[in-house]
């Protein structure tokens, strides 16, 4: 049982270049998101997933498109990165919401690094 | 819309004493659910403990606790008996109608450094 994990682990990008981090979970989990996190900042949501074949904005989502065709996968791409991108990046899953005092569970994190 | 607000940046503490970790929040949905973790320097989020907007009592998991203060909108975390390994970054985070695994909003973070 692996939990949350996703690839890759760090990457370098050149501004404008295009990268997809993948986001896989084994707990059979209906929601998906992706956080990212700067420093001195808490996390903040890109988008995310109440099922397969869903997405929707968070607070933070330009620059950011996401699919959900599996359900225990989820990925984030960025189609032109910008080093205002430059950031950790965090998938997370957790069961529906009848499960009211469930938590996330977190990935390991990605550092994206746009020069 | 939601906030949470974390006023303290960074925390020193003694190893073995106890100390409260401050957390505000600002909502306007009759139910919530209030969070803490913790993020080590290795980076990975750890839950440490849940609150629901409509709990009686206060939340506690081993030297985890949450005071828990309604009318104040406060949702302070204690750590008793603080260990060297405590110290890291702690997050303070709400989610709406109390379901944990909907979204998710987090303060900024207290960096808590113990002190041998």
């Known amino acids: 049982n692996a939990g949350v994990t996703q690839t890759p682990k760090f990457r370098v990008l050149k501004t404008g270049q295009s990268m997809t981090l993948l986001c896989a979970q084994d707990?059979?989990?209906?929601?998906m998101y992706w956080y990212r996190q700067d420093p001195g900042m808490g996390l903040r949501l890109i988008h995310y997933?109440?099922?397969?074949?869903?997405?929707a904005k968070g607070e933070v989502p330009d620059g950011y498109n996401v699919s959900r065709l599996k359900k225990q996968n989820f990925l984030l791409g960025l189609e032109s990165a910008a080093p205002s991108q430059t950031s950790v990046y965090f998938c997370?899953?957790?069961?529906?919401?009848?499960?009211?005092?469930?938590?996330?569970?977190f990935g390991p994190g990605t550092r994206l690094t746009v020069l | 819309a939601q906030k949470i607000t974390q006023t303290q940046p960074g925390m020193f503490v003694q190893e073995k004493e106890a100390v409260t970790l401050d957390c505000t929040y600002d909502?306007?949905?009759?139910?919530?659910?209030l969070f803490w973790y913790k993020q080590p320097s290795s980076g990975e989020m750890i839950f440490l403990i849940y609150?629901?907007?409509?709990?009686?009592q206060n939340a506690t998991e081993g030297r985890y606790s949450l005071n828990f203060q309604k009318a104040r909108k406060s949702a302070n975390l204690v750590i008793s008996a603080s260990q060297l390994g405590d110290s890291a970054m702690y997050f303070c985070?709400?989610?709406?109608?109390?379901?944990?695994?909907?979204?998710?909003?987090f303060g900024k973070g207290t960096k808590l450094s113990v002190i041998p």
């Open positions: 997370a899953s957790g069961r529906d919401s009848r499960f009211l005092t469930d938590t996330q569970y």
């Open positions: 707990m059979n989990h209906e929601y």
């Open positions: 997933s109440v099922g397969e074949g869903t997405t």
């Open positions: 909502t306007s949905d009759p139910s919530y659910g």
């Open positions: 609150q629901g907007s409509y709990d009686q």
């Open positions: 985070a709400m989610s709406p109608s109390g379901a944990g695994s909907y979204q998710l909003t």
